[in-house]
């Protein structure tokens, strides 16, 4: 399985935006980037994914490299809520992929009032 | 987005006594659950892929014979921990692999006293 390199931690103000990056220079052109978030004491809930254009939805913006060796989770305003940690994910897509998410350390995201 | 269930939320028991863990769909069915182990301040780690109506996929290092996983319908998947010891408290989360992505149960924290 590829892997990603996040930062351990970032700290950001309330109501800021947010750019938490993603290295995944092995990445195959079959894999998908996924973010994952993980309050504390609760399972991961999904943010966003993409393969190889930008992609925007009403909780976040993935900004991928044109060499797709990296990407950006872009937090447009940041809440006290979202405070969590965030995994950056490589899942291969096809008919052999059993679909497992593989989960590394993850980028534990600060948000100060 | 989908719904993924688990119950019970937390659970105590003494060594040497097994615990079963439900992780069920709750608006859709699922032929594959995953069931992930999370340490405090780890991540998570992936113990095996259940499949609906046929044997789990254990990964590396996961004891089958330990960890019984059965996945007797499409919205349904078990891991009971026999036997456990004071190592195996943990939290214990599922997921569930839908159409339009992948849905994380709550997750269930176990503690052997």
């Known amino acids: 399985d590829a892997k990603t390199t996040q930062p351990n931690s970032m700290e950001s103000n309330e109501e800021e935006p947010v750019h938490l990056p993603c290295n995944h220079s092995t990445i195959s052109g079959t894999d998908y980037i996924h973010w994952y978030r993980q309050l504390p004491s609760q399972g991961p809930e999904y943010v966003i994914h993409g393969l190889t254009s930008n992609v925007n939805n009403r909780m976040a913006s993935l900004a991928i490299a044109e060499d797709r060796k990296s990407s950006t989770l872009i937090l447009h305003r940041a809440t006290l809520r979202d405070a969590a940690v965030y995994y950056c994910?490589?899942?291969?897509?096809?008919?052999?992929?059993?679909?497992?998410?593989?989960f590394g350390q993850g980028t534990t995201l600060q948000v100060k009032p | 987005g989908a719904v993924v269930s688990q119950h019970p939320s937390w659970v105590i028991c003494k060594s040497g006594t097994s615990v079963k863990i439900e992780c069920r769909s709750l608006?859709?069915?699922?032929?594959?659950m995953f069931w992930y182990r999370q340490f405090p301040k780890q991540s998570l780690m992936l113990m095996a892929t259940s499949n609906e109506g046929s044997k789990a996929t254990y990964e590396q290092g996961v004891e089958k014979d330990k960890f019984l996983i059965n996945h007797a319908s499409l919205t349904l998947s078990t891991l009971t921990v026999t036997s456990a010891h004071p190592e195996d408290s943990s939290f214990y989360i599922c997921?569930?692999?839908?159409?339009?992505?992948?849905?994380f149960g709550p997750g269930t924290r176990l503690t052997v006293l």
């Open positions: 994910i490589l899942r291969p897509h096809g008919s052999s992929n059993t679909g497992k998410l593989i």
């Open positions: 608006d859709f069915q699922a032929t594959t």
């Open positions: 997921s569930a692999r839908a159409l339009q992505g992948q849905y």
